[in-house]
């Protein structure tokens, strides 16, 4: 359960009875009722904005109104007690037995606390890491890989229903270079001598294996062939043994999506055609002449005439290309058809995991899905910005492997999938990350990922300890649930409740948002308060979580340290972390 959802539905209800009751005028607008956590925590444990956005219509003072719905709110059964604060905002305090009864609530559920019927069932199609076919994937590849398929979990536990999804790149020009690339490993497999790798191809040592495959199924056929004979079988032959690659990459990262869908397929398929039809039928394609662009002396422009799309007119910069001076697609033009193949799939919410590179694109992409969709396809965006890798503070930039980058398996190999994925999450995806290979593995309090996974363990260990010294007791889940909760009245105990408490808003809110980080944030948030609890105990004995002499208390006790370790997990599955019985 939201909680403040289900006392923003309690709040709307009362103003409905003073409504009813003639003490507020009818006709009032609520969709602005608000209740949120107050700003401060001293403050109370919800706060709602009802009398502030209410006071205008209803024709009374903020204050006044204020003071007329916390006499309600003070006979609420859950309301301990209700202040007006600053201009009018009503900050209420909840009974005790109303955090027990969110306590068993999360006992009942276990890992699914949090999980909500939000989205209501709605298609979004979430399409990363879409790497060009070129290589193996690098650690920015990672990020964004990391991010979309974070975002994916977080939308499905809030209601949505996701699709996962690759965009293929291999109909452009860097495909073919890539199998010009192959064709000189393919050679050197054969026994040809091969020095410095041509300016232009793809030096990575990758390409000795797909070149040695290529040889080992057709021999010599094409070593004396025309580049017009071998292009295309080599081309396709690269592309599926670099999509191998990179599947084995993301699956080393525990990322697989059930689409994969290809640019050269859809091309060929006419789509790019289809999706021109549509825009031209609605009067957005023209023939015309673009200014010049911004930082571009007079004489380095040549105006020339275009096939456009009128962006402008759905908030881009300028009009945008459709065509290449050869009469080919823009890249821009395919991505139109992509989107809109997207779109005739049934995903009218489409979100794109991006790199730091096509920040300069999201406007005209977002015009067109407006354009192409008649304003029925929303796109939303995510830039991940750039990794820098790092041991000790200090750059790494090479891999022997690669040729001119580290790549993820390397990464993944070094530190573990897990590790990887956590720390990609640990900065909103705008933000730079530096990743230290060192620092993401050392067991301390600035490291997130350990200090998460220490809190899961400990209570692993507290309940490993429980089982052993209260042999016959039932510590279910169900048994805990249904133990004496009113025991925990100290201050930090019921603080952890309300942390816990705090989950399912935090789900739905960064699911509406479209931001996985904050899971990050609220992870380290609980760990560090279940970790405050477990210090307290080592330094005052009637707060350990094992009292032999009062049964009752430690039963309660195991019951909060169960919840911490149901809801950690929720946060850790969510990025495709198992979370750790044992520190190692």
């Not at 790149?169 to 495909?175: I, K, R, S």
């Not at 200090?394 to 990887?420: C, I, N, Q």
């Not at 980080?517 to 350990?544: C, P, S, T």
Request: charged share 25%; hydrophobic share 45%.
């Amino acid at each position: 359960m939201n909680l403040f959802t289900y006392f923003r539905d309690d709040v709307v209800r009362l103003l409905e009875t003073l409504v009813q009751a003639g003490e507020l005028p009818a006709g009032l607008d609520f969709s602005r009722v608000a209740v949120e956590p107050p700003r401060e925590a001293s403050h109370g444990d919800i706060s709602t904005n009802a009398a502030m956005v209410l006071s205008k219509a209803a024709g009374r003072k903020p204050r006044e109104l204020a003071d007329l719905l916390i006499g309600r709110l003070r006979d609420h059964e859950a309301v301990a007690s209700a202040e007006v604060a600053g201009p009018g905002f009503i900050n209420l305090r909840l009974h005790p037995s109303f955090w027990h009864a969110q306590l068993a609530e999360v006992l009942r559920a276990g890992v699914h606390y949090g999980s909500s019927t939000m989205g209501g069932g709605a298609r979004v199609n979430v399409e990363y890491v879409s790497a060009n076919p070129t290589g193996p994937l690098h650690l920015a590849h990672a990020r964004g890989a990391v991010v979309g398929d974070a975002l994916a979990a977080l939308l499905a536990k809030a209601g949505y229903s996701v699709t996962r999804e690759y965009y293929i790149n291999d109909a452009g020009a860097q495909v073919d270079t890539l199998a010009r690339s192959a064709h000189l490993r393919y050679r050197e497999a054969l026994g040809e001598t091969i020095d410095a790798i041509p300016e232009g191809l793809y030096p990575g040592e990758y390409l000795k294996d797909v070149g040695a495959a290529l040889a080992a199924r057709d021999g010599d056929k094409w070593r004396d062939a025309a580049e017009s004979e071998w292009l295309a079988p080599v081309r396709e032959f690269t592309i599926d043994a670099m999509m191998a690659l990179i599947r084995a990459d993301l699956d080393a990262l525990g990322v697989h999506q059930e689409v994969f869908s290809s640019e050269r397929a859809m091309v060929e398929a006419g789509g790019v055609d289809r999706v021109l039809e549509t825009l031209e039928a609605r009067g957005l394609i023209y023939v015309g002449t673009l200014e010049p662009p911004k930082g571009k002396a007079p004489e380095d422009w040549e105006p020339r005439e275009q096939t456009l799309f009128r962006a402008t007119e759905f908030g881009d910069d300028v009009d945008r290309p459709l065509k290449k001076s050869d009469g080919s697609w823009t890249y821009f033009a395919a991505d139109i058809a992509y989107h809109f193949d997207k779109f005739r799939r049934g995903f009218p919410l489409m979100i794109d995991i991006w790199g730091a590179d096509h920040g300069g694109y999201v406007k005209r992409m977002q015009a067109a899905v407006k354009a192409v969709t008649g304003g029925e396809g929303e796109l939303d965006v995510k830039i991940c910005q750039l990794v820098t890798l790092m041991r000790e503070g200090r750059p790494v930039r090479m891999s022997k492997r690669a040729g001119t980058f580290v790549t993820l398996r390397e990464v993944v190999e070094e530190v573990g999938k897990d590790v990887v994925r956590f720390i990609m999450l640990t900065r909103k995806n705008d933000a730079a990350l530096d990743f230290d290979l060192v620092k993401v593995t050392e067991q301390s309090r600035d490291n997130p990922v350990f200090y998460v996974q220490y809190a899961h363990a400990r209570t692993a260990s507290v309940m490993r300890h429980a089982r052993a010294e209260m042999a016959q007791v039932d510590l279910s889940p169900a048994a805990l649930a249904a133990g004496p909760l009113a025991r925990l009245s100290d201050p930090a105990e019921l603080g952890l409740i309300r942390r816990l408490a705090e989950w399912p808003r935090l789900v739905e809110t960064a699911a509406e948002h479209h931001e996985p980080h904050r899971v990050a944030f609220y992870l380290y948030d609980l760990a560090a308060a279940f970790h405050a609890l477990w210090n307290m105990g080592k330094d005052e004995a009637r707060l350990r979580f094992l009292l032999p002499d009062d049964p009752e208390l430690t039963m309660a006790r195991l019951a909060l340290v169960q919840a911490v370790a149901f809801v950690v997990a929720s946060g850790l599955m969510i990025f495709g972390v198992q979370p750790v019985e044992e520190m190692r």
